[in-house]
Every structure is written in structure tokens, then in C-alpha cells.
């Protein structure tokens, strides 16, 4: 009984190694490989400053040189020309009632400052005496022998008669400026339709 146990445990032994044994060769005979990549990772634009290194005046310096390539300095700014944008046009038409009005208004405008004009010069030259010398060195020239018949200027050119001619002429300036600005208006629209207007160049300053 001995000896027969003791083979049986010995047998179990044996069989229960076998199995274990043969996984173990099986284990080794495969080899298992990583296919994964690692990721890819760009250069870096600037070194990274170095960490550490002697505490010395030496690793000092090189830690400041070495910061100071790391940091990105800004770029000058760019001087910005200023652009001039053009454009070409061209009046092909004016219309003539607008232009009646437009030159209406500016003749009275005209006659208005040419009366103003007027009294304004009279009357310095009244203050100066002007009219007094001239009209009696005319009255003595145009005088007969007995000293009568002279002509008399200060009374001719007196500020009453001289305004009431300016006036005169005024109105008939406003009538006449109107009348050949429309006339011209007609004129150039008649002449556009064969030679196109006139061009005019805008510029624009941005």
C-alpha cells in the first residue's frame, strides 16, 4: 500500500506538470510586438530655456541668453501708405431748369454786391473830396467868360443818381446772366449727344 501510494502521488505529480510545462513552451514560442506609432510631434520654433544648470555668474548668463532666445520678440509695424481712389466721370447732360435757377440766384447774388460795392466807393470818394476837385476844375474848364455854364459834377454824380443807375444795371445783369446760362445749358446738351460731356477726374484721399 506503501509503495503503490506513493507512486500514485508521484504520477499525479507528473501528470499535472505535463500540462503546465507545455504551456510554458507554447508562452516562448510566440513574441508579442507593439504595431502602435508614437505621436507625431512638430519642431519647436525656440529652444526651450534650459532648467538648472551652475549656479554661477557662468550658467547664469546662459540661462538669461538662453530666455531670452525663447521669448518672441514683435515684429515693426508696417507703414501704411495712404491710397488716393480716382474715379472718372462724365456730365452728358445738365438740366436747364435747374441751371436757370442756379444762375438766377447767383446774378442777384452779383447784383446785390456790386450795388454794396458801389456805395461804399462813392462814399469814400465823396470823403476824400474827390468830387469836389474834379467837379470845379470841369466847371472851370467848360465855363464861359462870364464865369456861368459850367458843368457842375458833384451835382451829376450825386449818391442818388449813382445808386439808381447801379440798380439798372444790376437787373438787367440778373436778366441777362439767366437768360445765357439756360441758353448754354441747351448749348451743351446739344453738343454732348455728339462728343460724349465733359470728363471729370474725383480723388479721394482715404
Known amino acids: ?52 544648470g551652475a549656479a554661477g555668474p557662468g550658467g547664469a548668463g546662459h540661462q538669461g541668453s538662453s530666455a531670452a532666445a525663447g521669448v518672441r520678440r514683435p ?17 452728358s447732360k445738365a438740366d436747364p431748369w435747374s441751371v436757370m435757377k442756379v444762375s438766377f440766384l447767383l446774378s442777384i447774388a ?21 468830387f469836389s476837385t474834379v467837379g470845379s476844375t470841369i466847371s472851370d474848364a467848360t465855363s464861359t467868360e462870364g464865369g456861368k455854364g459850367g458843368f457842375d459834377l ?14 439798372v444795371i444790376a437787373v438787367i445783369d440778373v436778366v441777362l ?16 449727344n455728339f462728343v460724349g460731356g465733359v470728363e471729370l477726374t474725383l480723388a479721394e484721399d482715404e
Not at 513574441?31 to 506609432?37: A, K, P, S
Not at 452779383?110 to 474827390?130: H, K, N, Q
Request: net charge positive; hydrophobic share 40%; charged share 10%.
Open 1 to 52: 500500500m506503501g509503495p503503490a501510494g506513493g507512486s500514485g502521488r508521484t504520477g499525479g505529480a507528473h501528470g499535472s506538470a505535463g500540462p503546465a510545462g507545455v504551456g510554458g513552451s507554447q508562452e516562448g514560442a510566440y513574441t508579442v510586438t507593439d504595431t502602435r506609432q508614437a505621436p507625431h510631434q512638430p519642431p519647436a520654433a525656440y529652444a526651450p530655456p534650459r532648467s538648472g
Open 75 to 91: 515684429r515693426p509695424a508696417a507703414r501704411t501708405v495712404p491710397r488716393t481712389r480716382k474715379a472718372r466721370l462724365r456730365v
Open 110 to 130: 452779383l447784383g446785390i454786391c456790386t450795388i454794396v460795392a458801389v456805395a461804399v466807393l462813392w462814399m469814400v470818394l465823396d470823403a476824400m473830396g474827390v
Open 154 to 167: 458833384v451835382s451829376f454824380l450825386s449818391l442818388s443818381r449813382v445808386m439808381m443807375f447801379t440798380t
Open 177 to 192: 446772366a439767366t437768360a445765357l446760362a439756360t441758353l448754354g445749358a441747351f448749348i451743351y446738351n446739344l453738343s454732348s
